[in-house]
């Protein structure tokens, strides 16, 4: 990214999107820098909604969504800044995949002859397969291709609309590998998926969406110890699962105690005060601890719990 | 923002899309009807051709069927594809003044019905009439250019402006153009099929004979103009505020 | 269903069944079945039942509108008394030909709609790993729209009929007069609707854009029979390039009813080209099977 750019931000404040009687959106508020931020939702959450607030295609039936302080619907100026990576798999089916990317440069006013297409495919590996017709790409292919004609222009937003769907595994990773060399460059980045593993590895921060409004935001793990009112699961390898258990049962902050194959899950509703407490009992039992791990602090579980709320 | 060295790529894509495909053999075909039925008079009519017959031909099959139909398949498949399909987004999601893009695709489908419908009605009216009545040829062929152009940009914004636009033209041409403005002759400035056979009857001057009508060629070509704009104006104000959520 | 195996009186054992996925080796209703419930779902369609309120519209609209003349016809003689019961402003042989842009138009609005929006979203695939064939598929859609069109026609000419029957001063003089024309109404309405519709459905099984498809069906009637009429009518053609006549489906129509009512033929293709109407109405008749084996050879070739 060009260094003498500006950081730049993106804006969401107390927006809602409705259609008659549906609202879509409700109530959401946010603002991202420079990273990597994983929109998460069930489907029919609002999820595509909000991206295409951000990106300017749909107007904010109330409130604003700004890049760099200003309105993305019905600026075009703002698609200077800001790539968009659509989850429709339409493109131009009689056009090869240069010819696409070569579309997107020439429309955002590059200059021929940068090179700025070959960098983009080469980005998105499709330099081999780039003169034939798009329509005869695979379903991951297409994705590649709309990926390198929304980077073509080296812009400093990029919104992608679930940018891993019908890529295979080795795909996926290159793609996740590229997303983050990118955020490190500096560039706001925000995805939607609904994969949990998918945003797990490459986000920052999570916004969650539950039926059109934000359930959670910031990043998972300090997610998860905001959520008090859920007992937290540890599971315990240790030198005597039983002799612990029988000090654990007695503690009050202890939930619930598990035997599983040679392991010891625990559940406790207090997490400071057990962890506190833990160690002083296993010493005066006499047993070794060799691994002390939370159960549930996965994205997964903040996410169902979120969700069922 | 960018000016007009977008309308470049726009139009190339355009041409692509439009013209690429099966579908534009179809539109040739329609387009060229005139010219075989000229080709069948010629070569196998009793009592040899004439120029009433060649104005009855212009009047009742060209400018009634053949140009509204051929404006109406080209001007609401130039965009009309692009968003029924989402593609759509590739473009909007440029920082291009939604201007060029309408303009792009009026200029492309309007290029394309002039070329087809000029032809056809410049090769058929030879055809017909020889060289015997070269002022009733001109005036035909500027007639329908005429009416091609204004036709296409309408559907054009008609398309941006509803995903229903085939049938929308079609109610257009057949209901308020063939039953209503014929009937009803104070609408029938509102009827592009006038203006053009104004501009026709206008340039053919005395070789109009029963093409001439009460609307003089300054005012069918006034007309023309101001709805091929006002069709482009809208057509650019809708597009602008255009929303596209993720189901299309 | 599993039956529990071990149901004794008074043993102790227990059982816990397997409630997932089970095969059917039952009797299986097979093609003929698929075939009828194709047809029949096909029909509903059609008109829209099935469909929701919007679907409805265009049929029920161009339904309607088909039945009014008629209606009115017979409102008319009756309103006008027994003495005027042989001036009626519209015949049964002339039903057809007065409404056959609505004909045309009930086409346009269907044959996209049945066959379009299998090949749009790719259900082809799921009909033919079916029992059904793909000439069954064919043949039931093809029925379906026939059936339909028939259906709309022949009520308003029934109504007709009727009213020919009861304005007439004695009941049996009524009879006589509409009874020889049943079989005539009834051969020319199944004809038109088939060939109408065999029309249609060619241009539909090609376009899969519904959309296109009825814009293409209507410039195919509209120029089919306007370039026709001018040519034949305006040109004064010499055989056997008069014959061009006969791909005016409006002419095709005309003189079908002529033929089978044993008059003369009204369009003015039909009189312009001097041509026998017995000869349009045997394009006709051709025209409807041709179109039929176009249509089974299109989807006995297309990609599923």
């Known amino acids: 990214m060009s260094g003498t750019a500006p950081t730049p931000t993106v804006s969401v404040s107390a927006v809602a999107k409705w259609y008659g009687n549906v609202v879509a959106v409700n109530d959401v508020t946010f603002g991202l820098e420079p990273g990597v931020t994983g929109l998460l939702g069930p489907n029919g959450a609002g999820k595509s909604t909000l991206l295409h607030l951000v990106a300017g295609l749909l107007r904010p039936s109330a409130g604003s969504v700004s890049v760099d302080g200003r309105p993305t619907f019905g600026d075009p100026a703002v698609y200077r800044r800001v790539g968009l990576v659509p989850e429709r798999e339409a493109v131009f089916p009689y056009l090869t995949a240069r010819e696409f990317v070569r579309l997107s440069a020439q429309l955002q006013g590059l200059p021929l002859g940068t090179g700025a297409v070959d960098r983009a495919l080469g980005t998105v590996e499709l330099s081999m397969a780039a003169d034939r017709e798009l329509a005869t790409y695979s379903k991951g292919m297409r994705q590649r291709a709309k990926v390198a004609a929304a980077l073509v222009h080296d812009p400093a937003v990029l919104v992608l609309d679930e940018p891993f769907n019908g890529m295979d595994p080795r795909q996926r990773l290159h793609m996740m590998a590229l997303l983050r060399a990118l955020a490190d460059e500096g560039r706001v980045i925000l995805f939607s998926s609904h994969i949990l593993e998918e945003v797990e590895r490459v986000a920052e921060r999570v916004l969650v969406v539950v039926a059109g409004r934000l359930a959670a935001s910031g990043d998972f793990r300090e997610i998860r110890r905001l959520m008090t009112d859920r007992p937290h699961s540890f599971t315990l390898r240790t030198s005597d699962d039983r002799a612990l258990a029988g000090q654990l049962v007695g503690r009050p902050t202890v939930s619930g105690l598990t035997f599983e194959d040679g392991r010891l899950d625990v559940r406790t509703a207090d997490f400071a005060t057990f962890t506190r407490e833990l160690p002083v009992l296993a010493r005066d039992a006499g047993v070794s601890i060799f691994e002390l791990a939370p159960a549930d602090e996965s994205l997964e579980s903040v996410f169902d719990y979120l969700v069922r709320r | 923002m960018l000016g007009a060295s977008v309308l470049g790529p726009l139009v190339d894509l355009t041409m692509r899309g439009l013209l690429g495909r099966r579908r534009i053999l179809l539109v040739g075909l329609l387009a060229l009807a005139p010219v075989g039925v000229a080709v069948v008079l010629v070569v196998g009519g009793g009592l040899g051709t004439t120029a009433q017959l060649t104005r009855q031909i212009y009047d009742s099959l060209v400018m009634t069927t053949i140009v509204p139909l051929v404006a109406l398949i080209l001007g609401t498949t130039a965009i009309g594809a692009e968003i029924d399909d989402g593609t759509v987004v590739h473009l909007l999601t440029k920082p291009v003044g939604r201007g060029w893009i309408v303009l792009a695709k009026m200029l492309v489908a309007g290029t394309a019905g002039v070329a087809l419908c000029g032809t056809s009605v410049l090769v058929a009216g030879i055809l017909l009439v020889r060289l015997d009545a070269p002022g009733l040829v001109l005036g035909m062929l500027v007639g329908a250019v005429v009416a091609v152009i204004a036709y296409t940009a309408v559907f054009v914004t008609l398309s941006v402006w509803t995903g229903r636009a085939l049938i929308a033209g079609l109610a257009y041409v057949l209901l308020w153009e063939g039953v209503i403005a014929s009937v009803f002759s104070g609408t029938r400035l509102l009827s592009i099929r006038e203006y053009g056979l104004a501009v026709a009857a206008g340039i053919a001057g005395p070789e109009a004979g029963t093409l001439a009508r009460d609307v003089p060629l300054a005012t069918g070509l006034v007309l023309a103009a101001v709805v091929t704009t006002v069709a482009f104006w809208l057509g650019a104000r809708r597009l602008a505020r255009f929303e596209i959520s993720d189901a299309g | ?304």
């Open chain 3, 1 to 304: 269903m599993a039956v529990p195996p071990d149901l004794v009186a008074g043993s102790a054992t227990g059982s816990i069944f397997d409630l997932g996925y089970r095969g059917y080796d039952g009797p299986r209703l097979g093609r003929r079945h698929a075939i009828s419930s194709l047809f029949a779902q096909s029909l509903k369609w059609t008109f829209g039942i099935g469909r929701g309120g919007r679907a409805k519209i265009a049929p029920f609209a161009l339904a309607g509108l088909t039945l009014l003349p008629a209606v009115l016809a017979v409102g008319i003689r009756a309103l006008a008394g027994p003495a005027t019961a042989r001036v009626s402003p519209i015949t049964p042989q002339q039903y057809l030909t007065f409404v056959q842009t609505f004909i045309a138009f009930f086409v346009t609005a269907q044959a996209p709609e049945l066959l379009g929006r299998d090949q749009r979203y790719h259900v082809l695939t799921l009909y033919f790993s079916r029992a059904l064939e793909r000439t069954d598929y064919a043949l039931a859609k093809y029925g379906a729209l026939v059936c339909a069109l028939a259906l709309v026609l022949l009520v308003p000419q029934a109504v007709l009929l009727l009213g020919i029957v009861f304005a007439s001063i004695d009941l049996g003089a009524g009879l006589g007069e509409a009874l020889p024309l049943v079989l005539p109404v009834l051969l020319s309405t199944v004809v038109a609707a088939a060939f109408f519709s065999g029309i249609g459905l060619v241009i539909a099984a090609f376009i899969p854009r519904r959309a296109f498809s009825a814009g293409a069906i209507v410039a195919t009637f509209l120029v089919l029979s306007g370039v026709v009429q001018v040519l034949v009518v305006q040109g004064r053609l010499r055989d056997p390039l008069r014959y061009v006549a006969l791909l005016d489906p409006y002419a095709l129509l005309d003189g079908l009813a002529a033929t089978l009512f044993g008059e003369a033929g009204r369009n003015v293709t039909v009189t312009g080209s001097g041509i026998d109407p017995g000869i349009f109405a045997a394009g006709a008749c051709v025209v409807a099977v041709a179109a039929l084996i176009v249509l089974v050879l299109r989807y006995r070739r297309i990609e599923a």
